[in-house]
């Protein structure tokens, strides 16, 4: 079991310093993911991990919601 765990962290370490962001969902319901870069969404279920490439672009960032409805509010609630 250990080495198994250990394999898997340095998997997800060898690629965050590749570039990537490594989004995994702990949550207890799913969610989706917004990339900026290009408006593509993709849905994150509950345990579900998704590998992003963040290289080579220029005001690329990722939104993380779980009602599309308050991806752009702002405030708090």
Known sequence: MFS???FAVQA???SALA??????????YPL???ST???SKTPLPVGGQMIQGMVG???KSLKIYK???????RGTR
């Open 4 to 6: 198994k765990t250990l």
């Open 12 to 14: 997800l370490v060898a």
């Open 19 to 28: 570039g990537n962001a490594i989004i995994i969902n702990q949550c207890g």
């Open 32 to 34: 989706s993911v917004l």
């Open 37 to 39: 870069l290009d408006g």
């Open 57 to 59: 672009g220029a005001g």
């Open 67 to 73: 009602d599309e409805a308050d991806l752009w509010t």
